[in-house]
């Protein structure tokens, strides 16, 4: 079955620690992105990577790190420095360069600071 | 900046009630456009996306959504919403072709009563 998994589902962490969660995908696709999902405010760009070993800033990516070092793979780091990192996370894929933008979402990943 | 608005925040509907739900971006030129729905605990899905041709696209259980460039608008409507159409729902757009990345509304939550 193709598509993306994304681990773990929900997650709890002390304030001060860094955090990161998995995604990885089977569709073969170049691009991937990281979105945060806030009540009453849509999905907001964190990361995204249109190709393995090269990755952008999206609208909030300042206390977030990512790597892209394979093609199934772009984990996402919510490191101490993000201020209010308690938030619903969608990890997602695309094809890229000439692409027609269509995305396809992981189940998401609940990240609760206590 | 490229930029997508959802005017409804929070609709409610009665069943059988016709819905639509609104959507504006303020890209120039062309762009694509796509509409994705969130069920209660499900991921986000693809639901109806326009790329060029006629207009007025149809999509998956019964919705359809219609592109009107000079409104630079993309509008998402049903005939006739069944309590299992209660979700929230988004619109996106990007640009067709190379390195763009997708930016999505801020969401429209629907609650159909039986």
């Known amino acids: 079955d193709g598509g993306i998994t994304q681990s773990p589902k929900y997650l709890f962490r002390k304030e001060g620690q860094n955090v990161t969660l998995s995604c990885e995908q089977n569709l073969n696709h170049d691009a991937m992105y990281w979105y945060r999902q806030d009540p009453g405010q849509g999905l907001r760009l964190i990361y995204y990577?249109?190709?393995?070993?090269?990755?952008q800033k999206g609208d909030i990516a300042e206390g977030y790190s990512v790597s892209r070092e394979k093609k199934e793979s772009f984990p996402l780091t919510v490191t101490s420095a993000q201020k209010n990192p308690t938030a619903f996370y969608l990890c997602?894929?695309?094809?890229?360069?000439?692409?027609?933008?269509?995305?396809?979402f992981g189940e998401g990943s609940r990240l609760t600071v206590l | 900046a490229q930029s997508v608005s959802q005017h409804n925040h929070h609709v409610i509907l009665s069943e059988a009630a016709s819905l639509e739900l609104g959507c504006n971006y303020s890209y120039g030129g062309t762009v694509n456009l796509f509409w994705y729905v969130q069920y209660p605990g499900q991921h986000l899905q693809l639901l109806l996306k326009y790329f060029s041709g006629d207009p007025l696209v149809k999509g998956i259980k019964g919705f359809e959504a219609e592109f009107i460039k000079s409104k630079f608008s993309f509008n998402l409507r049903k005939p006739s919403v069944q309590w299992s159409d209660t979700a929230e729902y988004f619109c996106a757009a990007v640009r067709p072709g190379g390195y763009q990345k997708v930016t999505f509304g801020t969401g429209t939550k629907l609650q159909v009563i039986p």
């Open positions: 997602a894929s695309g094809i890229s360069g000439g692409g027609t933008g269509e995305l396809f």
């Open positions: 990577s249109q190709i393995v070993n090269d990755f």
